[in-house]
Structure formats: structure tokens, C-alpha cells
């Protein structure tokens, strides 16, 4: 089942600000699902699509500093 997280929650899990949570998601910085609503946008963001950016920002990381 996929767990499904509002901006507060990603941001929490990212160790982030809510607001730059959205700013990010806005700019295509993390994966986001975009929900349009009459008169604002709601962001919501899946926990495996974000594990799995971090899991990959950590591998770029670590192969940056064996080279």
C-alpha cells in the first residue's frame, strides 16, 4: 500500500520547513503530485518516491567522495 503524505509530514520526514517542502515541490526538487483545488494547489507526496530520492542523493554522495 502506498502511503500517501501532505506537506507537513514530507517535510518532517525530509528534516525540512513545510513551506520549503512546497517551494521544492513547486521547482521539481522532490517528487510531488500536484492536486488542484479552486483557489490554491495541495501538494501530496508518496514516502517510497522520497525514500527512494534520498536513497539516491546519499549513493551520488558517497560515489562523489570515493573518486
Same mark, same amino acid.
Given at each position: 500500500?502506498?502511503?500517501?503524505?501532505?506537506?507537513?509530514?514530507?517535510?518532517?520526514?525530509?528534516?525540512?520547513?513545510?513551506?520549503?517542502?512546497?517551494?521544492?515541490?513547486?521547482?521539481?526538487?522532490?517528487?510531488? &503530485?500536484?492536486?488542484?483545488?479552486?483557489? /490554491?494547489?495541495?501538494?501530496?507526496?508518496?514516502? &517510497?518516491?522520497?525514500?527512494?530520492?534520498?536513497?539516491?542523493?546519499?549513493?551520488?554522495?558517497?560515489? /562523489? /567522495?570515493?573518486?
Amino acid at each position: 500500500m502506498q502511503e500517501w503524505l501532505t506537506v507537513a509530514e514530507a517535510a518532517k520526514h525530509l528534516k525540512i520547513k513545510p513551506r520549503t517542502a512546497s517551494e521544492w515541490a513547486r521547482q521539481g526538487r522532490i517528487p510531488a &503530485h500536484k492536486l488542484s483545488g479552486h483557489q /490554491r494547489c495541495t501538494w501530496r507526496f508518496l514516502r &517510497h518516491e522520497l525514500d527512494a530520492m534520498l536513497s539516491a542523493s546519499l549513493a551520488s554522495s558517497a560515489d /562523489r /567522495r570515493q573518486q
